[in-house]
C-alpha cells in the first residue's frame, strides 16, 4: 500500500508537469553551458571529437546526467554543431 | 585542450553578441550581412535538431588497463577493462541507454556486469522519466565521476568502490532534469523509487551493503530518494542526496540468531545520506563528497548494524602547456568493523582531453588488526592508461 502511495506520488508529479512550451535555440547560452556544464565533471571533449550524429545521443545522454532542462540541452549541441568545422 | 574552451566560447558569443569592439569599421550592410550568415547557419542548426531521422544508435564507452606494485606483495598487471556504452534514440522522445562492464581477473576468465539499462523518456522541457537499472541519484562519485577518462585517480577514493559506503546502482524508476532559473540560479533534482538492497556478508567474510541494482525487493518496502542540486556558480554544483527505505538480510547459520531459521528474509530500516561539492576555476579542479549508509538492528540476526561511511576531498590542476595535471585526494571510510584512510597523490599526462596516462602512490592505513593482515593498510604504486570514447 506504502508502494502505491509513493508510485501515485510520483506518477502525479509526472503528468502536471507535461506539454511545457520549449524556447529558440540560443547558441550563445549554448556556449555558456558548455563551458561551465561539461567541466564540473569530466575534460572538455571538443567539438571534432564526436560526429555530429553522435554528439546528439551524447547530449541527451548528459541532459540525464548533468540534469540540464530539454532547452539547455539543444542550446548546448547547437553550440557544437555551430563549432564544428566542415572537415570534422 | 581546455584552452579551447574559452577560444570557442568567446568565437559563438562574439559573433552573436559583441560587435562593437571595431564599431568604428562596421557598416550597416556588413552587420546586416553578419546577421544573414548567424540567421542562415541558426536555421541549418534548427533543421539539424529537428532532422527527419527518427532512430539512430551510438557506441560510446571507455576502457583502462591498469597496473599495481603492493607494499610488501607483488607488482602485476592487475586491471584490463572495456566498458561499452550503448544509446540508442527515437525522435527526441525516449534514448535507451545501458552500459556493460567486461573484466579479466586473475585466472584469465572474463567477468561481464550491466552496469546500467534504462529507458529514458523525454517528458518535457524539465522531466525525464527513467525506467530500468540506472546508476544511483544519491551522491556524485559513482553516478558521474567514476568512469577510468573521466577520475582523475587510477583508484576510486576509499569507501566509493563496490561493497564500499556509496551506492552502486537501482532497479526501479525515477524522474529527473533541470529546474528553471531561480535568482539567476539553476538546479537539478532526481527522485526515485527502486527495489530494497541487501544486507550480507560478502565473499571475504566482510559484512557489506549490497547496492547493485536487483528484481526482487524480496519483499521488503520500495526504497524512496532523490537528489537536489544547485550551481550557484559557474563551474560549480552542491547537491545533497539520500534515500531511506528497508534492507532485506537472508539468515545463514553463521548470522543466526535467536529464534530466527535459516534462510529466512528478515528486515531491517535503512537510509542513506550524501553531500557532493565540485568547482572548477581556471584549472583547478575541486571536488569532495560524503556519503554514509545507515543500517538497523534486528534480534534475530548477529550480522552487526550501524554506520558505513565515507568521504573523500581531491584537487587537481592542469598544466596545460605541458599536459600535466598533479592531482592530490584524501579519502576515509569506517564502517562497524574497520577504519581506513588514505592519502592519494597522481600525475597524470593527457594526451588528449579523453586519452590519459595517470601514475599515482597511495600511502593507505587501517586501524585494526584483522584490516592490517588483509593487508588494507599497505601502500600502493600504480598506473593506468584510460581512455573514453
Known amino acids: 500500500m506504502k508502494t502505491i502511495t509513493k508510485s501515485s506520488i510520483i506518477f502525479l508529479i509526472l503528468s502536471i508537469g507535461i506539454n511545457l512550451n520549449a524556447q529558440n535555440i540560443d547558441i550563445a547560452k549554448g556556449a555558456e553551458l558548455w563551458a561551465d556544464t561539461c567541466i564540473r565533471c569530466h575534460n572538455v571533449r571538443e567539438p571534432a571529437d564526436l560526429s555530429k550524429r553522435a554528439w546528439k545521443y551524447s547530449m541527451n545522454h548528459m541532459r540525464v546526467r548533468a540534469g540540464l532542462t530539454g532547452d539547455e540541452t539543444k542550446n548546448v549541441l547547437a553550440f557544437i554543431l555551430f563549432s564544428k568545422t566542415e572537415n570534422d | ?389
Open chain 2, 1 to 389: 585542450m581546455k584552452s579551447t574552451i574559452p577560444i570557442l566560447a568567446f568565437a559563438a558569443t562574439s559573433v552573436l553578441v559583441s560587435i562593437n569592439i571595431q564599431a568604428n569599421d562596421i557598416t550597416v550592410e556588413s552587420l546586416q550581412q553578419q546577421i544573414d550568415v548567424i540567421s542562415q547557419k541558426s536555421n541549418s542548426m534548427q533543421a539539424q535538431l529537428e532532422s527527419n531521422e527518427k532512430s539512430g544508435f551510438q557506441l560510446a564507452g571507455y576502457a583502462s588497463f591498469g597496473w599495481s606494485d603492493i607494499q610488501n606483495g607483488s607488482n602485476n598487471f592487475d586491471v584490463v577493462q572495456f566498458s561499452p556504452i550503448f544509446h540508442y534514440q527515437y525522435s527526441n522522445i525516449f534514448q535507451f541507454e545501458g552500459e556493460l562492464e567486461f573484466t579479466v581477473d586473475e585466472l584469465g576468465k572474463t567477468k561481464i556486469e550491466l552496469e546500467y539499462a534504462a529507458g529514458n523518456l523525454f517528458l518535457n522541457n524539465y522531466m525525464v522519466f527513467v525506467a530500468g537499472r540506472f546508476m544511483s541519484p544519491v551522491g556524485q562519485f559513482v553516478q558521474n565521476i567514476h568512469p577510468a577518462w573521466i577520475n582523475k585517480m587510477p583508484s576510486a577514493p576509499l569507501g566509493f568502490g563496490h561493497d564500499g559506503a556509496s551506492i552502486s546502482s537501482n532497479v526501479g524508476i525515477a524522474l529527473r532534469g533541470g529546474l528553471p532559473k531561480v535568482l539567476n540560479t539553476r538546479s537539478n533534482y532526481a527522485i526515485f523509487l527502486a527495489n530494497a538492497p541487501v544486507f550480507e556478508q560478502g565473499d571475504d567474510g566482510d559484512t557489506i551493503i549490497n547496492t547493485e541494482g536487483r528484481t526482487t525487493s524480496n519483499g521488503a518496502s520500495k526504497t524512496i530518494g532523490g537528489r537536489f542540486a544547485i550551481n550557484p556558480l559557474s563551474s560549480m554544483e552542491i547537491g545533497i542526496s539520500g534515500s531511506t527505505g528497508k534492507i532485506v538480510e537472508t539468515l545463514t547459520t553463521g548470522t543466526i540468531a535467536n529464534s530466527g531459521n535459516v534462510n529466512e528474509k528478515i528486515q531491517r530500516d535503512y537510509n542513506s545520506f550524501d553531500v557532493d561539492f565540485t568547482y572548477n576555476i581556471n584549472s583547478l579542479d575541486i571536488k569532495a563528497e560524503y556519503i554514509r549508509q545507515k543500517v538497523g538492528d534486528n534480534e534475530l540476526s548477529n550480522l552487526e548494524a550501524g554506520l558505513w561511511k565515507a568521504y573523500y576531498a581531491q584537487a587537481a590542476y592542469q598544466i596545460t602547456s605541458f599536459k600535466l595535471e598533479p592531482v592530490i585526494r584524501y579519502s576515509n571510510y569506517s564502517n562497524p568493523e574497520i577504519k581506513s584512510s588514505q592519502v592519494a597523490l597522481a600525475l597524470n599526462y593527457l594526451f588528449a582531453n579523453n586519452v590519459i596516462a595517470k601514475v599515482a602512490y597511495e600511502i593507505n592505513s587501517a586501524d585494526n588488526q584483522t584490516a592490517i593482515a588483509e593487508g588494507k593498510d599497505n601502500n600502493r604504486m600504480l598506473a593506468q592508461l584510460a581512455f573514453g570514447f
